[in-house]
């Protein structure tokens, strides 16, 4: 081959991956859609758990790994989006499907609001305490706010249906769920591709450079985060749909270590990790469930030993078996 033409051919390269890329991107979702033939109620209560936990771990993943901040009010963004769901349901009598952008609204704004300490200078621990705090407070809000939550007892999430289609079912829930899911990982991927999501990464990798440089750091910690609230924010919504009951239990610091072990686990600042810790993390203790007692055991062992063996997560395995599942926010779309 010519000189000329394995130039051409390292330029289409890129070319060629991305359109490898998408394919296998739509690929994916189309070959989960027969799954609820071949499962039983239970199982395909553990695939929705599954894709509940995607936006969930992008929204965190999009602030921790992404912007580089140690925020850890998701869970709050998580509580706050169930119970707007909740509660449009159960007093007003909303359908589901009217409550997910409320939901994710409620989580936009209280991610506004977590992002006030980010942008008066604190950082790392400082930041993480503070965030924690709002979580705490948040669940606090859920116990004392009895005429409104249920307080400590929780409160009951009626049966909704989307134009006809009952979301009582398992496997309706699968669908509605699966089209959220692939829909909140699009738009995330469209924003890190975008200028917002090299300001992200550069604000990460150097924050008073990236403030030299003329990137206004302020307003991207306030978008950050209320992106992060917005899509966390549906996930809460589909855990609503999902449980059928809400409790401020639900919302507490072991549920934030859940989820912050499925972006440890999967990938900082990866959406393939993303979506692949919420599949480990939801599956692992399921697999394991015959070994009574066993089970955190074994739980915590894989979450040490893939960050020790693999610092980057599994996305980093997935990247080196195959370039397709790494994430090149730099690249063009």
């Not at 398992?170 to 990982?185: Q, R, T």
């Not at 990236?210 to 750091?217: E, F, K, L």
């Not at 610091?253 to 912050?260: A, R, T, V, Y």
């Amino acid at each position: 081959m010519s000189r000329d033409g394995r130039a051409e051919s390292r330029r289409s390269a890129p070319a060629a991956r991305r359109r490898s890329g998408r394919v296998i991107f739509w690929l994916a979702p189309l070959a989960l859609l027969p799954l609820p033939l071949f499962l039983n109620q239970y199982q395909q209560y553990v695939l929705n758990l599954i894709l509940m936990y995607v936006p969930v771990g992008v929204g965190f993943n999009v602030v921790v790994g992404n912007l580089g901040q140690l925020a850890f009010s998701n869970v709050a963004f998580f509580g706050l989006g169930a119970y707007t769901a909740g509660i449009l349901m159960a007093k007003l009598g909303l359908p589901w499907w009217a409550t997910v952008l409320p939901a994710g609204i409620t989580g936009a704004v209280a991610g506004c609001a977590a992002s006030v300490p980010a942008l008066r200078g604190v950082r790392s621990f400082s930041l993480a305490i503070m965030t924690l705090a709002f979580g705490e407070l948040m669940r606090w809000t859920y116990i004392r706010s009895e005429w409104l939550t249920g307080g400590s007892m929780g409160m009951a999430v009626p049966a909704s249906d989307l134009f006809g289609w009952r979301l009582d079912l398992e496997s309706h829930k699968f669908y509605v769920f699966l089209v959220l899911a692939v829909a909140v990982v699009i738009a995330t991927d469209r924003l890190l591709r975008s200028r917002v999501g090299r300001a992200f990464m550069a604000i990460k990798d150097n924050e008073v450079a990236a403030a030299a440089m003329g990137v206004p750091t302020g307003r991207y910690y306030v978008l950050g985060l209320a992106w992060s609230g917005f899509v966390v924010g549906i996930g809460g919504s589909m855990y609503a749909l999902l449980v059928g009951h809400l409790s401020p239990d639900s919302f507490n610091l072991i549920e934030l270590i859940l989820e912050f072990a499925i972006i440890m686990v999967g990938g900082l600042g990866s959406l393939v990790g993303s979506v692949v810790g919420a599949v480990v993390i939801t599956t692992t203790p399921e697999i394991f469930s015959d070994f009574p007692g066993f089970e955190e055991l074994i739980f915590g062992l894989l979450i040490v030993l893939v960050i020790l063996v693999l610092p980057r997560g599994l996305a980093s395995l997935l990247a080196r078996l195959h370039p397709v599942f790494r994430d090149r926010y730099y690249e063009s779309a």
